[in-house]
């Protein structure tokens, strides 16, 4: 089946390149003195970009087994249209959507063939992301920061300008997104109370808008929506795409009022492309190649219809013949290339999102993790009280030990208490909360916004407060009710081991954390790590095959620093007649307190630097 010109779903032209007129005339394509639309910061246009991609395809290796993705599809995006993909899921949408994105390149296990040009520019060529923005269907936020101030880091961290600039662009965004009444509301996310699933998603694309970005591309937005806020999700996208910005959105089954807004509708099957052109031309092409829609159906769900596939590794004739029909009638749509217009190329290379100096950077992360850690139960006040709360049960079990010799199990008791809390409470604090946080730093890292060095940085350093605060009250808390040696330097010591061994835990968790891809990995895995360090220690164990797990263990080093403070000096009631009082002799520990607090500085510099390789790793992998 052949089809005209007229019916042909999609706008046609022989040339690959349209004139000025003809551009003006084809609405909604912008003329060619509409090109820029908007200035960045420093007043640089910032070309409108139309998206073109030619015979890309896209192979996978699976189990030794080439598996094609998509089987070498043509199309384009332009500005001021939103462009809907749409298929069943396994078409191949997303890896459409993430090659155009600029998102997968070949690597070992796949290929990637054809071209994707931006303006006429491969955008393997230029620095893509610049112009674009890329929005998961994952919200990536800070579930503790409000919406105004998520907005506001994120803009101090993307472009150039004073803060009252900045504030500005911020204001106009959230009026944009109509996000005000909810402003200073918290993110929240499935555990702590929030925003709503709707609101949370256009705080995710406000973040992105802060860069001005002129190709917009969402991986199904509307997901978990209803259909009235997906719908006010999909008119704040196309009130965008008016402003001359260039949409691309994966969306899944949007109702009929949705449907019918797309500007343009690819339809994906089977890595083909079997549909492109208007949404709203769908119906009667469909219906020209033999496939009229009921009046009673919404017509995604009918074109879904069509596509169905129920086991896409052994395809029924019929569905392997529905397949050829839809492909070769879209084949007859005359030629698929989509006008190519006259869009500026040569100011591409021009614009930047300025990078704004690393130092105001470090300044940003810090205020950012500060703000975010302060309001994070798991990273403060939860640490804080469950100090309190084992401090005052030692208390109440060991009080005023006295310095007989009986009491040196008791001592020996509360040291050993000391040194596995700081370590549990420390890494189980850090490997939990840490996954989550690093999903927002593997995003900002792909986008060049900032190095795993200083993000590193602000976040050991803006944890520290809470560290020093929670540590020193269990210290006092524990120290003089408990009548250890009154001596201020010895007191001090106490403390100071305490912190250290808080932050040797504090680096598992990092460690754990960063090696994790989630809350639930990190959970199962912190006490396979911890148990073993904990029995094979030198506190329980003494089985000679495992004694080198000591060196390698926080809790060695934290117990003998406490004990050799605390008995060094120490005076025993001890029996004239009876064998030398010497806990330390009888414990086997002969090292001098500067190597236990060596030991553990290095314990915490180690497993920060193990930490920080495996995020710049991720990060260059994200980046990828
Ligand atoms: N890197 C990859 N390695 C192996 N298989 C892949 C890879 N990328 C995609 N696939 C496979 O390709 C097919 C298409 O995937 P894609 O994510 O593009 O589908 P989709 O249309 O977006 O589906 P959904 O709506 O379910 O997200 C799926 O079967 C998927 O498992």
Redesign the pocket.
């Known amino acids: 089946m052949s089809l005209s010109p007229e019916e042909s779903p999609n706008i046609i032209d022989n040339s690959n390149s349209v004139s000025k007129e003809k551009q003006a005339e084809n609405s909604p394509y912008p003329s060619e003195s509409d090109a820029f639309s908007v200035t960045d910061g420093n007043d640089s246009p910032v070309p409108k970009i139309q998206l073109v991609w030619e015979d890309v395809k896209?192979q996978?290796?699976?189990k030794d087994k080439e598996?094609m993705?998509?089987k070498g599809v043509s199309g384009s995006a332009n500005p001021g249209e939103f462009l809907a993909i749409m298929?069943?899921?396994?078409?191949?949408?997303?890896?459409?959507?993430?090659i155009i994105a600029g998102r997968?390149k070949s690597s070992d296990?796949?290929r990637v063939t054809g071209s994707i040009k931006a303006n006429g520019v491969d955008i393997s060529k230029m620095n893509f992301q610049k112009y674009s923005a890329y929005i998961t269907?994952e919200d990536v936020l800070l579930p503790f920061l409000t919406v105004k101030e998520s907005l506001m880091f994120s803009a101090k961290l993307k472009c150039s300008g004073t803060s009252y600039e900045i504030a500005n662009k911020v204001d106009k965004i959230i009026d944009e997104l109509r996000l005000g009444k909810v402003a200073h509301n918290r993110i929240g996310n499935a555990v702590v109370k929030g925003i709503s699933g709707g609101e949370r998603k256009r705080v995710c694309i406000a973040t992105e808008l802060v860069s001005e970005p002129q190709v917009i591309i969402l991986?199904?937005p509307t997901s978990g929506l209803d259909s009235f806020t997906a719908e006010v999700l999909v008119d704040l996208l196309l009130e965008q795409a008016k402003k001359g910005k260039t949409v691309v959105s994966?969306i899944?089954q949007p109702s009929a009022s949705i449907f019918f807004k797309f500007q343009k509708l690819i339809l994906?099957s089977e890595?083909f492309i079997i549909y492109q052109g208007s949404a709203k031309a769908s119906r009667k092409y469909f219906s020209k190649i033999g496939y009229k829609s009921p009046a009673n159906i919404n017509p995604p769900d009918f074109y879904m219809r069509i596509l169905h596939i129920t086991d896409?590794h052994h395809m029924t004739d019929e569905e392997l013949e529905t397949l050829e029909h839809l492909r070769e009638a879209y084949n007859n749509v005359k030629d698929h290339k989509d006008q190519v217009l006259e869009y500026d190329s040569t100011h591409l290379d021009l614009v930047n999102v300025q990078q704004t100096q690393s130092l105001k950077k470090l300044g940003t992360l810090c205020k950012r993790s500060f703000i975010d850690g302060m309001r994070n139960p798991g990273k403060s006040h939860m640490i804080i009280m469950f100090y309190i709360v084992t401090s005052a049960l030692i208390d109440l079990i060991f009080h005023d030990l006295g310095n007989d010799y009986d009491a040196v199990q008791n001592i020996n008791g509360v040291l050993t208490f000391c040194s596995i809390n700081s370590v549990m409470i420390a890494n189980s604090s850090c490997s939990l909360t840490f996954p989550g946080e690093k999903v927002v730093y593997l995003k900002e890292y792909s986008q060049g916004l900032y190095g795993a060095f200083n993000y590193f940085l602000a976040k050991m350093f803006t944890e520290l407060p809470v560290q020093i605060l929670a540590t020193l009250i269990a210290s006092v808390m524990l120290y003089f009710p408990l009548g250890l040696q009154m001596e201020a330097d010895k007191f001090f010591l106490f403390w100071l081991i305490i912190f250290l061994t808080f932050l040797t835990g504090s680096g598992l968790g990092y460690m754990i954390g960063a090696l994790c891809d989630s809350e639930n990995t990190a959970s199962a895995a912190s006490p396979m790590l911890t148990a073993p360090l904990m029995a094979f220690g030198g506190l329980y164990s003494n089985a000679s095959a495992f004694k080198w797990v000591r060196y390698i263990s926080p809790f060695k080093w934290s117990f003998e620093g406490l004990a050799v403070n605390q008995y060094n000096g120490m005076d025993f009631d001890c029996d004239p007649d009876g064998p030398e009082c010497d806990p330390l002799d009888d414990l086997g520990f002969y090292n001098k307190l500067g190597i236990c607090i060596l030991a553990q500085i290095i314990y915490i510099i180690v497993t920060r630097i193990i930490a920080y390789i495996e995020l710049k790793s991720l990060g260059a992998k994200a980046k990828k």
Do not use: M, Y
């Not at 078409?91 to 459409?96: D, E, H, N, P, Y």
């Open positions: 896209f996978v290796k699976i598996q993705i998509l298929g069943l899921s396994g078409a191949g949408k997303t890896s459409l959507l993430n997968i296990s796949s269907q991986d199904e994966t899944h994906v890595g896409r």
